[in-house]
């Protein structure tokens, strides 16, 4: 069926280092987002990349479109402890019809201080 | 961004009794919305879609007697849990559509049935 396969689950880092989640589809999209949770809280919409090989930046998140429009990256520079949470990519899909929005299985980013 | 409430934030109820969850979009007009359910350390699992005026439309595997859903005008949906008991105990967000395929989510309600 289709899939948004999101790698890595976890990822541990100390805080300062960087961190990249890894988002694949297995059709093309025509576009993707990015969502992050927080622990408690609910997924909140960060930024949707339209374009082929679009690169988004914002502060130290680098968001990256595939040239084929079937994956993505999100990229955090030296990560801050504000930055845990859960990362969700996302890609709308027509399904019977309807658009909907497929979710990745998400990466749970914890950060030792 | 756009805003999303959700009411109430959390539930608890009787095994065998019912619970309205309200999704309301507060500065867009939402054609479409969503409600997912999460579990914990889980990712989203779409449950249905809710078109304002229609019907809603629900997923694979979901019971539409058991998750009544209304959409009832352009800024509010809502989510009946019927006859709820314990397995259906979990976090339930609701989302709206934008005019530009963007999902706003609300802050989710966390429902316990004892």
Known sequence: GQQVMQIPQYQHVQEGEDFTTY????????????????????????????????????????????????????????????????????GPRMIQGAQKLVFGQGTRLTINP | GAVVSQHPSWVICKSGTSVKIECRSLDFQATTMFWYRQFPKQSLMLMATSNEGSKATYEQGVEKDKFLINHASLTLSTLTVTSAHPEDSSFYICSGLTSTDTQYFGPGTRLTVL
Not at chain 1, 29 to 48: A, C, D
Not at chain 1, 56 to 81: C, D, M, P, V, Y
């Open chain 1, 23 to 90: 988002c694949n589809s297995s059709t093309t999209l025509s576009n993707i987002q990015w969502y992050k949770q927080r622990p408690g809280g609910h997924p909140v919409f960060l930024i949707q990349l339209v374009k082929s090989g679009e690169v988004k930046k914002q502060k130290r998140l680098t968001f990256q479109f595939g040239e084929a429009k079937k994956n993505s990256s999100l990229h955090i520079t030296a990560t801050q402890t504000t930055d845990v949470g859960t990362y969700f990519c996302a």
